[in-house]
C-alpha cells in the first residue's frame, strides 16, 4: 500500500492554485471548525433535466454569503442521510444565492434534490483548488466537458465571459447522453449569441429525426479552430472522457500544464484528514479537485488508482 500522507488541514476558504500542494500552503489559523456544517436554507430547486436539479440556497444566519472561487466544491449535508461533495456551480463574483447543480443518483442526492424550498441543509466549504482561469489570460480557451461536468465548468466560463476581451478564442466543447439530457441549454446558446463564444455540443444517442451532432464529445477536440500552441483547455467530465479529451488535446500541441481537470473522489472530511480521496500521493480534497493534466497524466493511466 502507498504511504499515507497527512497534510495540513485546509482552512475553509483556503484557496490552492492547481498543482500546488495544500501541504506547502501556509497553515492558517482556523476561527471556524470546516468540519460544522453552516445551515442554509433551500429558496428554489430548479430541474434542469429528468435527473439533474439545481439548488439555491440563502445563509440561515445573518453572516455574509459564503465567498469562493470557481471549482471549488461544499460538503453538502443533507440532515439524516448524509454528506456529499458537490462543486458550486454559480457565478462567482455574484456569491448569492448560492447554487449547486446536483445530478439524482443516490441516497444523499436524492434527499437535496427533493428538499422543499424552507429545507434547512448543512454546507461546508468552500473546499479545494479553483480552475484559475486568469492564467489563460491572452490564450485560446477551450472547455472541454459532458453531461453533469458542465455544473462544476460554469463558474470558470462565467468567470472569462465577465472579462470576455482579455481571451483570444472561446470554444465551449459540450457532449450529452442524449438530447433531453443537455444541460443549460439555453444559456450556452446565449453565450453564443452574445459573448462569441463558439458552442459546438454533440450527443451520444439520438431519436430519429435529430438534426444535431451524434458522437463522443472527444471527437470535437480534433477539429475544433482555436491556436493549440497558444491554447488553454479546461475538462470536467468522466474520467474515461477527460482522458481521452487532455490526450486528444495534448496531441494536438497544447502543453499539459494548461490542460486543468477536475477529478472526482470519494471524500468524507473534504480537509485533509480521512485520506478516502487519496489519488497516491495526493489528496483530491485539498490538492484538488483541479489539478493540471502534467500532473495527473501518470496517475489517470495507472488502473484503480
Ligand atoms: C469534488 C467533487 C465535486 C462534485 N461535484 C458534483 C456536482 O457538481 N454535481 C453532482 O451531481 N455531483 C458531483 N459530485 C459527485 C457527487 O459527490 C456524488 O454523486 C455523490 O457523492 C453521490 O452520493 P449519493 O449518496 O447520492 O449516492 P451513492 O449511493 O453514494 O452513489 C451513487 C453512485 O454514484 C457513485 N459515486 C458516489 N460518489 C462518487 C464520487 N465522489 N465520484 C464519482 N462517483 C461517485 C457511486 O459509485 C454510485 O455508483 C462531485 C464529487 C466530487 C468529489
Ligand atoms: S482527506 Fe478526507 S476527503 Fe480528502
Known amino acids: 500500500m502507498d504511504d499515507i500522507r497527512i497534510p495540513e488541514p485546509a482552512a475553509p476558504d483556503a484557496t490552492v492554485a492547481p498543482g500546488s500542494t495544500a501541504a506547502s500552503a501556509p497553515m492558517a489559523l482556523l476561527d471556524v471548525d470546516p468540519m460544522v456544517p453552516r445551515r442554509y436554507v433551500v429558496t428554489r430547486v430548479r430541474q434542469d433535466t429528468r435527473d439533474t436539479f439545481t439548488l439555491l440556497l440563502d445563509p440561515a444566519d445573518c453572516e455574509p454569503p459564503l465567498d469562493f472561487k470557481a471549482g471549488q466544491f461544499t460538503m453538502l449535508h443533507a440532515f439524516g442521510v448524509g454528506e456529499v461533495p458537490i462543486s458550486i456551480s454559480g457565478d462567482p463574483s455574484h456569491p448569492a444565492p448560492l447554487e449547486h447543480t446536483i445530478r439524482n443518483v443516490g441516497a444523499v442526492t436524492r434527499a437535496l434534490v427533493e428538499a422543499a424550498p424552507g429545507t434547512e441543509i448543512g454546507v461546508r466549504g468552500p473546499f479545494g483548488t479553483s480552475w484559475a482561469v486568469d ?30 476581451d482579455a481571451y483570444g478564442k472561446v470554444l465551449l466543447l459540450y457532449g450529452s447522453r442524449t438530447p433531453d439530457d443537455i444541460l443549460y441549454g439555453h444559456e450556452m446558446h446565449r453565450w453564443a449569441d452574445l459573448n462569441d463564444v463558439n458552442v459546438q455540443m454533440t450527443v451520444d444517442n439520438a431519436p430519429y429525426g435529430y438534426k444535431g451532432k ?53 471524500m468524507k472530511c473534504g480537509v485533509g484528514l480521512c485520506g478516502h480521496c487519496q489519488l497516491r500521493e495526493l489528496f483530491v480534497c485539498v490538492d484538488g479537485p483541479v489539478l493540471p493534466y ?11 488508482l
Not at 248 to 254: C, E, H, I, P, Q
Not at 294 to 304: A, F
Open 214 to 266: 451524434v458522437g463522443f464529445v472527444t471527437e470535437l477536440v480534433a477539429r475544433a479552430g482555436f491556436d493549440p500552441r497558444n491554447g488553454f483547455a479546461f475538462v470536467c467530465g468522466p474520467e474515461v472522457m477527460m482522458r481521452s479529451a487532455a490526450n486528444s488535446l495534448a496531441s494536438r500541441g497544447v502543453a499539459k500544464d494548461k490542460i486543468r481537470l477536475s477529478m472526482e473522489r470519494s
Open 135 to 164: 492564467d489563460a489570460t491572452g490564450h485560446d480557451v477551450v472547455f472541454v466537458t459532458g453531461g453533469i461536468g458542465l455544473a462544476p465548468l460554469r463558474p470558470a466560463i462565467l468567470d472569462v465571459l465577465g472579462n470576455r
Open 294 to 304: 502534467s500532473q495527473l497524466e501518470p496517475l489517470m493511466n495507472v488502473r484503480e
